[in-house]
């Protein structure tokens, strides 16, 4: 091993020590991902504090892989911790994370489960449109207005039907969660130039049982969308 130690006039004494065949001045010695990780989930299986887990899930939602997934999903459950647990799942590109999530909504409830159909939202998993379905009826209205947006959210017909089937007959607050999931819906259809399905969504919010803040936006978008297609030659 060679040392050398020099001193930088102005700066004080600095010592740079390098070992012969190590690596150059400057390069990144961080250990690869995988390495990295395996050590983020260590903590995270650990007896560790809470804020060190929490701070590994935080550099799980930047190098986190399918190998974070399990020891990730093993907190939903902690109250302290689901927030940052779902944090770092929701950006991994693995369908094991959405496996997770719709297996948690089985298991959880209260603010932990709200929290899980809100990340199944964000991550748009059409295999989660039956499970979420089931609890547009939920006795807890907290988790069945989570579960309206995130049928918005993850749009598509099988959405749509679902929260048009639960939308009379529930509480007023669920109803307007069940109309924004619809909103929501229908602005992606014609984000992505589907113009029919999204006017009929419109049109099935314009009636007059509906509460007048959804009839008059419903009308609107309805308006604004025909106007954006242009007369029909």
Known sequence: MFRTIVSLAGVGLVALVCDVGGPALGQDTRPPGNSREAKL????????????????????????????VAPLAALL??????????????????????????????????????????SLGVRRDAQAVEPLSRLLNDPDSDVAQAAARALGSIGGPAAVKALEGALDGTSAANQRAICEGLFRCAEAFSAHGQRDPALAIY??????KMPQPVRDGAARRARMLRQEEGPRL
Request: hydrophobic share 40%.
């Open 41 to 68: 989930i260590a903590v995270l299986k650990s007896g560790a504090a809470q804020h060190d887990k929490a701070a590994a899930c935080l550099e799980l939602s930047r190098v986190g892989s399918k190998d974070s």
């Open 77 to 118: 459950g902690d109250e302290k911790l689901a927030h940052m647990a779902r944090y770092a799942l929701e950006p991994i590109p693995d369908p094991a994370v959405d496996a997770a999530l719709r297996d948690a909504l089985g298991r959880l409830k209260g603010r932990p489960l709200v929290g899980v159909i809100g």
């Open 203 to 208: 049109e099935r919010l314009n009636q007059p």
